[in-house]
């Protein structure tokens, strides 16, 4: 039985025509009227501005939110268009840019629009925020961290593959830490297996590039081959699960393909910086009791071959119990045999490319790394597999933002640092990155070499250390602005507090002021970054390294561990395990609670003094021994450093404090000056810097001495060694200088400091 609706039209046709047709256009007009704001087009860059006003009607939020975000964010280049939704308690405001406008850029640009025009914004409305549509990172990690965290732990850590899935996610007893309790995975299966199996085999992995030039491309399908065949030879040199195997490498793909076949055996490996020397391999061979040593006959640095074996010989002339040492062939020059020493290329060679990869339990072993202590030993720091893995690759994925299918990441750390470990092997790896890897030093053939590697391979994320960006500063902007470094996206700082100069120079010269900059805190002993801006969420300051990553817990205390306000410095603790923790240092329990756990009952003492700005931002001041005592008056070395940085004259500065019979501590100042700018003589350019310095933080932070030097007292990782520069403030006998680059740095500096001047 039809309705008198539908008699109608059969009765009427042309009207069914007319009024369907009517329908049709009434259904496109109410299309194209449509709200699509909240659905912008993603395939152009994209920015959202959301801003919570609880309790705020939607008509207070449009008119004190939403028209002035509007406003503020029109001005910005290259907006393409703004839509917006105005709610009952929420404001979101929508910017699409024009096509050529790069994302990074762009929410930068917002995010800086937003700022000058937020004391503008309701009091009790919360802080915009601004996230760019692609960001791996989204403001909600944070919340999702703090209800849960535990549960956002277990979250990261799917992110891997684990062939038997944890039962507990944490057990902890202050100060041990077991994480993904009974879950069972394989390192190397993570950063290579499965990209294979998963079609992702013709990936590169390294471009690598040697310091005379050679380069080799390796994809993931070639490097897990090379990691399947070095693992072989290392069971057939007798390396068993448990085994500990020390590898002292230059900065070649081999050193990476070593690292990932003791991990895929399950023998922790102990990484020695190859600038070590002999006495240095030795006692970290002892420590660990290595059964297998892997080196290299040599490499090259400097415009010149290197040896490394040499080295290797003479450490194990002392007391130790290694079998075999595998020595790759990279210089070809002439090399000492004996019997124990494999060529590399030999026994791996032979090798079948096929090898099962065992599972080893979550808190098996990974590595231990050596680091500085505050007693000649160094400390044994070792790492385990699965809450390491989880947290580097969260980190790696989160804070560089990175896109394996589209990003060429380059970290400019030696695997022998912790640096390389987290962000060069493990955490890249495992997130499936394309990576640069180059073995030389950045002066080499020229001052421009980063720079030319980077518009060779198209970098879009560097990751390198104030002391190069500096160093950078010192040479001149010629080197850099000499080649295209439009492929940059992204920028990353790490291994000490950066100053707000460099942090600029950084951003101007060498991201061409489109690139965010994130600023890592970490060390050794957390194994992965625990404060850092997340790019496309977290606004940045110069210098700062703002907040703590999402799951991490950091405060800065005083000392009786209570929390200091906005606005007051202290001690930076961490108040909660995380994964990537330190288990311990290898074979001394007690010198690990006495180190790390001994200052405040069940916190982790990081050992670095930290400030809160007025807004709460994070602010990293050094080692807390490298804080002086002026007149009653704790005065970092960083910020003294980072004021005389600030002046145009200087590129490198190193502070300490020396004892002084009126004021406790006298400040000595060393610097070095920047190339290609006039200065005064030396007497006016002391005065100037003592009243910059003064300018900058106060009277009470001027220098008693400020020396002008050619070099500073480092080590071949760029660290500059403060205490030998504290030996020559306070006239006594050099410390041991043997670990510098350049031992004679001291005498020069001696010399000079007797003859300047001291201030009245």
Partial sequence: MSSPGTALFVRRPILAIVLNALIVLAGVAALFGAEIRELPNVDRPVVTITTPFSGASPESVDQELTGRIEGAVGRVTGVRSISSNSRFGRSRVTVEFNDSVDIDVAATDVRDAVARIVNQLPEDADQPEIVKADANAQPDLYSRAEKDRLAFWDEQAKSLQWDTPWNKTLDWQSPYAKWFIGGKLNASVNALDRHVSQGRGSRVAFHFEGEPGDTRTITYAELLTEVKKTANALIELGVQAGDRVAIYM???????????????????????????????????????????????????????????????????????NVEKVLVVQRTK????????????????????????????????????????????????????????LTQVAYTHKMVFDIKPETDVYWCTADVGWVTGHSYIVYGPLINGATQVMYEGTPDTPHKGRIFELIAKYGVTILYTAPTLIRTW???????????????????????????????????????????????????TETGAIMISPLPGVTATKPGSAMTALPGISAKVVDDNAVPVGKGHGGYLILDQPWPSMLRGIWGEDERYKETYWSRFEGIYFAGDGAKLDDEGAMWLLGRVDDVMNVSGHRISTTEVESALVSHEAVAEAAVVGAADAMTGQGIVAFVILRGGIEHADGDELNKALRNHVAKEIGAIAKPRQILIVNELPKTRSGKIMRRLLKDVAENRVVGDATTLADPNVMKLISEGLQSAKSED
């Fill in 250 to 320: 230059p900065m070649i793909p081999e050193a990476a393909v070593a690292m990932l076949a003791c991990a895929r055996i399950g023998a922790p490996h102990s990484v020695v910086f190859g600038g070590f020397s002999a006495d240095a391999l030795l006692s970290r061979i002892q420590d660990a009791d290595a059964k297998i040593v892997i080196t290299a006959d040599g490499g090259f640095r400097k415009g010149a071959a290197f040896a490394l074996k040499p080295a290797v010989d003479e450490a194990l002339k002392g007391k130790h």
């Fill in 333 to 388: 020059q002439e090399t000492a045999w004996t019997e124990r020493d494999v060529w590399w290329h030999e026994i791996v060679g032979r090798q079948s490319s096929e090898h099962v990869a065992e599972s080893f339990d979550s808190e098996h072993p990974l590595f231990i790394l050596y680091t500085s202590g505050t007693t000649a030993k160094p400390k044994g720091i070792f790492h385990t597999t699965g809450g390491y």
């Fill in 473 to 523: 500063m010192k040479w001149g902007d010629e080197f850099p602005q000499a080649h295209d470094l439009s492929s940059l996206r992204l920028l990353g700082s790490v291994g000490e507090p950066i100053n707000p100069e460099a942090w600029m120079w950084y951003r101007e010269i060498i991201g061409g002021n489109r690139c965010p900059i994130v600023d890592t805190w970490w060390q």
